[in-house]
């Protein structure tokens, strides 16, 4: 599941204590992992900017602290937002933490209002891939305990010092979020472990065009962890259960493995509830 508002009847004050309940709610259900966005405004398909929104990774730290089982991962971060020594940095001290539960979800970044707003520089959408790309470098260098000199166009490193190392050898898996099919996909084929697509009428061509992309740099396809971004909407008392079995049984077919999105109403723990009774068991199936 992914945890994209934090805008709940008790207000910041009992903040805490209603995410501690959704998280392990969810991990004792049997969600596989739980996501949080990399926004620091709210973005519009879900509320107005002034809603409440948590900082990603503070928020990732609190959540493992939380659970047990469950992967923790954004969806996704924003290559702009941070510097990739420290980003690496940031995952390896949540893989450690968590007992070698991190992943790193990552992309090129698309909001620009709330850069603009923070003062986050926002360079043309190129420069972003570009970007993008010695981070993933970066990532995987220094996650392997390699202190070599890091020298690219963007970034430059004179030691790349990681310690504690990640557990999860040989690094927390990379997500890669958006499905741009001459640069992102591409960026997938290459350094990724997952890709988190859109469900849609598109969908089997993104994934066509994913295996395009392996086959031109050598990576086997099937290594890849084929994930959408799908909304768990079951209704007002859990009528669309069928559904959604129904709906990820398809996806399934396609070779997708995991769909990831918000839970509708999550804040009631209800659904959590009845996805861990009726849905997952019934996925484990296909």
Known sequence: ???????????????????????????????????????????SVVGPPENDMLEAYTTLGYVAAVTTRACLLTLVTGTVYRHPGILAKTVTTLDVLSGGRAWLGIGAAWNEEESRGLGIPFPPVAERFERLEETLRIYQQMCLGDETPFTGRYYQLDRPLNRP??????????????????????????????????????????????????????????????????????????????????????????????????????????????????????????
């Open 165 to 286: 190392l990640p557990l999860t050898r040989p690094y927390p898996p990379i997500m890669i979020g958006g499905g741009g099919e001459k640069k992102t996909l591409r960026l997938v084929a290459q350094y990724a472990d997952a890709c988190n697509l859109f469900p849609g009428p598109d969908l089997e061509r993104k994934l066509d065009v994913l295996r395009a992309h392996c086959d031109a740099v050598g990576r086997d396809y099937d290594e890849i962890h084929k994930t959408v971004y799908y909304r768990f909407d079951l209704g007002t008392a859990g009528e669309r259960t069928g559904t959604i079995v129904a709906e990820l049984e398809q996806l399934g077919k396609l070779g997708i493995d995991m769909a990831i999105g918000q839970v509708r109403d999550a804040y009631t723990l209800t659904p959590l509830e009845i996805i861990g009774r009726d849905i997952i068991p019934a996925v484990a199936e296909f």
């Open 1 to 43: 599941m992914q945890i994209p508002d934090f805008t709940y009847p008790g207000g910041p004050a009992t903040l805490g204590v209603d995410l501690a309940r959704i998280a392990r709610t969810a991990d004792e259900a049997g969600f596989d992992t739980i996501a949080v966005m990399d926004h620091f405004f709210q973005i």
